[in-house]
């Protein structure tokens, strides 16, 4: 892994939250890096209708094409892919890695948009009893005891991997898809096989009041006490839990100025909950960026 770039603030996501945020930081000379892996829900809208300035219908794309060349132009940098991780390293700053490079951030803004990728069969009606979305969070739960992770990509290679030192075994349930990584960690079961769906004769699931086991479409029982969801890339809700940030149905708690209840964490956009609106996340954004300003400018901790 390469050396570690520092910067005073790493923004998640590339949507209308994430850049209107980078025009202030960038502005008041902080040292900004735009973390996503594309531009987000907005970018794929057809036509946006009610956007200020705008007397005609203007595609999202390009909409978010004219922030992203604001922000090259103030010299933001980007960075173009999957993040699996962010943690606070002991020195007070953040870790922000995508198992290939990293950095570290003096602050970071959560703007991922919003949250959790739907979980098939229902599985969400177990969360707390047998399911859970944070390997680091809940994985000490089940010392000893059989779990699996359910999802076929790097996020859900980085959830095993944190269970493996825990749980008496660990199982990946791709549910008919190959993984998209190429690492095997030792003592990893990769699972491949369709998982039963809801017009199957058998349940998906078993279990009543707790998840005991998942189902595939032959009918195979596969036992486990935990079953963790990596569906996906991770989402806001999904760093916010690992770092301690408060949540409630799957949004993140932030005040007016868009600070959670981390110190140097801050959010902004569709993850922090509704109204789901372009003109909304821009002035989160803006709120957010302005106070991460003025958080770093009490603490003098600009690089």
Same mark, same amino acid.
């Given at each position: 892994?390469?050396?570690?770039?520092?910067?005073?603030?790493?923004?998640?996501?590339?949507?209308?939250?994430?850049?209107?945020?980078?025009?202030?930081?960038?502005?008041?000379?902080?040292?900004?890096?735009?973390?996503?892996?594309?531009?987000?829900?907005?970018?794929?809208? @057809?036509?946006?209708?009610? &956007?200020?300035?705008?007397?005609?219908?203007?595609?999202?794309?390009?909409?978010?094409?004219?922030?992203?060349?604001?922000?090259?132009?103030?010299?933001?940098?980007?960075?173009?892919?999957?993040?699996?991780?962010?943690?606070?390293?002991?020195?007070?700053?953040?870790?922000?890695?995508?198992?290939?490079?990293?950095?570290?951030?003096?602050?970071?803004?959560?703007?991922?948009?919003?949250?959790?990728?739907?979980?098939? &069969?229902?599985? %969400?009606?177990?969360?707390?009893?047998?399911?859970?979305?944070?390997?680091?969070?809940?994985?000490?739960?089940?010392?000893?005891?059989?779990?699996?992770?359910?999802?076929?990509?790097? &996020?859900?290679? =980085?959830?095993?991997?944190?269970?493996?030192?825990?749980?008496?075994?660990?199982t990946l349930l791709t549910n008919g898809k190959e993984p998209s990584f190429e690492e095997r960690p030792e003592g990893l079961i990769i699972n491949t096989a369709p998982l039963s769906g809801p017009t199957s004769e058998h349940n998906a699931i078993t279990g009543t009041e707790r998840l005991t086991g998942m189902v595939d479409?032959?009918? @195979?029982?596969?036992?486990?006490?935990?079953?963790?969801?990596?569906?996906?890339?991770?989402?806001?809700?999904?760093?916010?839990?690992?770092?301690?940030?408060?949540?409630? @149905?799957?949004?993140?708690?932030? %005040?007016? %100025?868009?600070?959670?209840?981390?110190?140097?964490?801050?959010?902004?956009? %569709?993850?922090?909950? =509704?109204?789901?609106?372009?003109?909304?996340?821009?002035?989160?954004?803006?709120?957010?960026?302005?106070?991460?300003?003025? @958080?770093?400018?009490?603490?003098?901790?600009? &690089?």
């Open positions: 892994m390469q050396p570690a770039k520092a910067f005073d603030c790493v923004i998640l996501g590339g949507g209308p939250a994430g850049l209107s945020a980078a025009h202030y930081t960038l502005r008041a000379g902080l040292s900004t890096m735009i973390w996503a892996r594309d531009s987000g829900a907005l970018a794929k809208a @057809h036509l946006v209708e009610n &956007y200020f300035g705008f007397a005609e219908p203007v595609s999202g794309a390009s909409i978010v094409e004219a922030g992203r060349a604001n922000v090259r132009r103030l010299g933001g940098e980007f960075m173009e892919s999957e993040v699996i991780s962010l943690s606070m390293a002991e020195d007070g700053l953040f870790s922000i890695s995508d198992g290939t490079q990293s950095v570290t951030a003096k602050t970071v803004l959560l703007a991922t948009g919003r949250g959790f990728q739907a979980a098939p &069969y229902k599985l %969400d009606r177990f969360i707390g009893n047998g399911v859970s979305r944070c390997a680091i969070c809940d994985g000490f739960f089940f010392r000893g005891k059989p779990v699996a992770v359910l999802g076929n990509g790097k &996020y859900a290679l =980085t959830e095993a991997e944190e269970l493996l030192p825990l749980a008496s075994s660990v479409k032959n009918g @195979h029982i596969i036992p486990v006490s935990g079953l963790f969801l990596a569906l996906g890339t991770p989402g806001a809700a999904d760093f916010a839990s690992r770092l301690g940030v408060m949540t409630e @149905h799957g949004h993140i708690l932030v %005040d007016a %100025d868009g600070m959670t209840n981390v110190p140097g964490i801050f959010a902004a956009g %569709d993850c922090t909950g =509704t109204p789901y609106q372009v003109s909304v996340a821009v002035g989160q954004g803006a709120t957010a960026g302005m106070a991460i300003v003025e @958080h770093l400018r009490a603490k003098n901790k600009l &690089y």
